[in-house]
């Protein structure tokens, strides 16, 4: 469902080192809102939820909520470290639009998702 580049999961563990917690995983969701409709969002999680997906990837554990998994599917998770700034980039093959600045878009089928996820 989703792939972490070796730039990601490195980047990844670093900091799930720091947070002291060696029980720690990412969740990462999808959530109506931004410029597009949709925007991607990321958080440390410490166990899944009823209905997760949940993936180890390259040593790090990834959990994705059941409304979040269709828009998901196939994408890939990158990490830049530039003069620009430094941060985590998605990859999404679904996305067919995003806004300029990239933190937000669309799929073909999402227009504006007004569904949210209880997190």
Known sequence: MIT?????ADRLQDLLKEQGASDLGLRVFVQGGGCAGLQYGMVYESE?????EVLVVKGVR???????APYLKGASIDYQDA????GFRVDNP??????ACGSSFRT???GKAEETYDR
């Open 4 to 8: 972490l580049t070796d730039v990601a």
């Open 48 to 52: 899944d939820r009823e209905d997760d």
């Open 62 to 68: 990834v959990f994705v909520d059941p409304f979040s």
């Open 83 to 86: 003069v620009t700034g430094s």
């Open 94 to 99: 679904n996305a067919v639009g995003s806004c």
């Open 108 to 110: 073909a089928d999402s």
